[in-house]
T-cell receptor, first 114, second 111 residues
Framework: GENVEQHPSTLSVQEGDSAVIKCTYS??????FPWYKQELGKGPQLIID?????GEKKDQRIAVTLNKTAKHFSLHITETQPEDSAVYFC?????????????FGQGTILTVHP | DGGITQSPKYLFRKEGQNVTLSCEQN?????MYWYRQDPGQGLRLIYY???????QKGDIAEGYSVSREKKESFPLTVTSAQKNPTAFYLC??????????FGPGTRLTVT
């Protein structure tokens, strides 16, 4: 089955700096890669996703890049703000009818210091 | 949290008791999922259902059971056979070619 590894497990930055979280996956058939943000005691919320026919996707301060050859994808947050502090999860699936059958990474605790 | 309701938010049970977690959605989504989250870990898939009256095991189905009698509802029963039931349980749904959308979760503590 699929295996997703996520690094780093914790990340501490100053407000205004950039933050980068990286994930690798094992299943070459995976073609859908979402990123979720989870605040304490709440369910995860989708912040951005990318499909394998696209190498990069941006949404304001957030971007995701995908390298299918190397089987890795990354989340980039620019101009970080204290409200970006949360746990971030990457995930992978084969898409299609399997959009919801996600394999998740272990999570990254991001702390943005004012 | 929108159209997915999970109740209650916190649930306490004694060891050896079965407990049922509720999940209701008004998004008209066909597919529903149950994930389990343990401290410091990612989410793991327990069961999923892509249509009424049909469901499949996920990666960690042992000790759990589900039913899907209505499109809107997908309850999860944690049985006494589940060895480590204390966890945060998340229900989620997807529509056609739509991303996974999570509910607010139920934190189950078994002592």
């Amino acid at each position: 089955g699929e295996n997703v590894e996520q690094h780093p497990s914790t990340l501490s930055v100053q407000e205004g700096d950039s933050a980068v979280i990286k994930c690798t996956y094992s299943d070459s058939a995976s073609n859908y890669f979402p990123w979720y943000k989870q605040e304490l005691g709440k369910g995860p919320q989708l912040i951005i996703d990318i499909r394998s026919n696209v190498g990069e996707k941006k949404d304001q301060r957030i971007a995701v890049t995908l390298n299918k050859t190397a089987k890795h994808f990354s989340l980039h947050i620019t101009e970080t703000q204290p409200e970006d502090s949360a746990v971030y999860f990457c995930a992978a699936s084969r898409g299609g009818t399997s959009y919801g059958k996600l394999t998740f990474g272990q999570g990254t605790i991001l702390t943005v210091h004012p | 949290d929108g159209g997915i309701t999970q109740s209650p938010k916190y649930l306490f049970r004694k060891e050896g008791q079965n407990v049922t977690l509720s999940c209701e959605q008004n998004l008209n989504h066909d597919a529903m999922y149950w994930y389990r989250q343990d401290p410091g870990q990612g989410l793991r898939l327990i069961y999923y259902s892509q249509i009424v009256n049909d469901f499949q095991k996920g990666d960690i189905a042992e000790g759990y059971s589900v039913s899907r009698e209505k499109k809107e509802s997908f309850p999860l029963t944690v049985t006494s056979a589940q060895k480590n039931p204390t966890a945060f349980y998340l229900c989620a749904t997807t529509g056609q070619d739509q991303p996974l959308y999570f509910g607010p979760g139920t934190r189950l503590t078994v002592t």
